[in-house]
């Protein structure tokens, strides 16, 4: 079977949301197909969702390009996620609201950071961002911090992030 192969490039010029366009892709993914993203960029945050639904990860740098290539997979529970990519345990707690539209890199990270560590273990913080918040959610998976993201219409994004111990930041 063909791999699907993305160029992030073209999909950047064209103003496509990069990120509601690579997880319909994922989700189009037929069983036991391959995908690779051609990129000048480490996608830090798809490598780890792509890791939590069980595919297996090799990337190469030719040049300035990375080339990411997801193949099909034993599952690896890891980071607080479950085969399909959603947290193995729900993202419930008493919440915390923090609205980061409208903020320029990186004090949208850095609030939510602060909050993370202000909150008790058990709490969830619920963010609203102006976009997918790449290198966090790339920290979360690092930290092994439970997370679910909500694309909106307007492509914004909300995530919900369950504090299940201290940060290490």
Known sequence: ????????KSLLKSGVSLFGHMMKTVDALKPG????VKSTFNPRPLIG??????YQVTQERIGKQYVTTFRPGEPAVKGGAAQDGR???PIEGPEHYLDNRGLLPP???????ALLQEVPEGH????????VPVFLLGQLDDEQIP????PQADESAMVRILKTHDLSV
């Open 1 to 8: 079977m063909e791999p699907v192969v993305v160029e992030v």
């Open 33 to 36: 197909q391959s995908l690779i």
């Open 49 to 54: 969702h792509m890791k939590r639904k069980g």
């Open 87 to 89: 947290p193995d345990r």
């Open 107 to 113: 004090e949208p990270m850095q609030r939510t950071l």
């Open 124 to 131: 969830v913080v619920v963010i609203h961002n102006d976009r």
């Open 147 to 150: 997370y679910e993201i909500i």
